[in-house]
């Protein structure tokens, strides 16, 4: 098939399934066009010839007081769809591609073109964005007008059904992980590189905004650090990220707390961690936590949305109301004090992890697309 798949090019987890998926589809022989408005993060290097990328380009007007990008990306898409028989059109984070794959769907009709829309919601683009008074009857319109729906978890299935009035049936497809990458990865971890031998590192991966609940993420090592020597490595950029700098500061937690950057080897810091910290006030699936999982971390995290999908109580690590930091650091301490059951939650978060094994989702994927284009022919 010719699939076009539009997406947030930047760290944020939709960008990171949709660029997954499609490089897994790739693999199995269908032709990819990724159209967005810069080379999604995960893409790197356009090596394979099944992979094409289309930029979107929003020229700057001084008239527009805000560029319009849904504009550009609509015609972009019919653009897209004519010269490469495009079968269909996927888009991640309903706002604004669902609304611009609208626009473009209807605009190729008039073209004599059929073109089957999947959108797939991903969250913030439901529960926080999307359910705004200011954007809910845009995004329930284009909600309703896709050809299928997918949600990344039932929680999100859940939120959506009821903040919005949706007439659409809504798949849920979970978010998956490339288990076999990790394993054949295998190298040893420069572990020593960041802390000395007896040191535990926790880490946390965000893209620092306020639902991510970083200031607690630092509260839980503030509360383990007395009792177990550790470093808490901090990955990722986002506006609370120079509030929590400070907060280190004034704690006089420098050297201890590692701010990181963004990174896109992941898995060099995963493979060194003990804990991973995901204490969110909104999570629709926590993709972060299952990429720790895979590589055998243990996850201390609040219950929120979908976390609980992923993260299983008393197995693979422990969940705490948001914001019970008090409850977060009994549990850390409780996993990194015994030996025994932090290597038994290692490899149950491992095992956990398999579950949302990419070649047991990717056909979930194919189904959906096989099944919109026969609908639309008839
Ligand atoms: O976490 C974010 O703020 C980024 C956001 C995104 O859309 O890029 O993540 C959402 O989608 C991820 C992939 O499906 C999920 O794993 C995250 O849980 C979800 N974030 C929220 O619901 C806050």
């Known amino acids: 098939m010719n699939i076009a798949i539009v997406c947030y090019p930047t760290f944020g987890g939709s960008g990171v399934v949709a ?150 049936n809504i798949h849920v497809i979970p978010n998956f992980i490339d288990i076999e990458k990790i394993k054949s990865e295998g190298k040893p971890c420069e572990r020593s590189l960041l802390a000395s031998k007896e040191e535990k590192i926790l880490s946390h991966i965000s893209n620092f905004r306020p639902l991510k609940r970083i200031l607690d993420v630092i509260a839980i090592f503030e509360g383990v650090l007395p009792k177990v020597k550790s470093k808490l490595m901090m990955i990722g950029e986002g506006p609370d990220k120079q509030k929590a700098i400070q907060y280190v500061k004034e704690k006089g937690l420098e050297g201890k707390v590692l701010f990181l950057g963004n990174s896109n080897e992941i898995e060099k810091i995963l493979c060194y961690s003990d804990l991973f910290l995901l204490p969110s006030e909104k999570e629709s699936f926590g993709l972060s936590a299952l990429e720790a999982m895979a590589h055998g971390v243990p996850v201390i995290s609040s219950n929120a949305g979908g976390i609980s999908e992923v993260n299983i109580q008393g197995k693979t690590g422990y969940l705490s109301e948001i914001g019970d930091t008090t409850d977060m650091i009994k549990n850390a301490l409780k996993l990194l004090k015994d030996e025994k059951l932090h290597k038994t939650f290692k490899k149950q978060a491992q095992t956990q992890a398999e579950i949302f094994s990419i070649d047991k989702i990717v056909g979930k994927y194919e189904s959906i697309y096989v099944n919109a284009v026969e609908s639309i022919q008839y």
């Open 19 to 168: 660029t997954e998926l499609g490089l897994a589809l790739s693999k199995k022989g269908h032709y990819i066009h990724f159209i967005t408005y810069n080379l999604p993060v995960r893409l790197e290097a356009l090596r394979d010839p099944n992979i094409n990328f289309h930029e979107v380009n929003v020229p700057d007007y001084p008239l527009f007081k805000y560029q319009p990008y849904e504009l550009a990306l609509s015609s972009r898409l019919v653009d897209v769809v004519k010269s490469y028989q495009i079968d269909i059109l996927h888009v991640h984070y309903a706002i604004p591609h669902a609304y611009a794959a609208y626009m473009a769907k209807k605009m190729l009709i008039d073209m004599g073109i059929q073109i089957p829309i999947v959108t797939t919601l991903h969250g913030t683009d439901i529960t926080l964005v999307g359910s705004h008074p200011f954007y809910r009857p845009a995004v329930a319109f284009s909600i309703n007008h896709s050809d299928r729906v997918t949600a990344v978890s039932e929680s999100l299935k859940e939120d959506t059904l009821r903040l919005f009035e949706i007439k659409k």
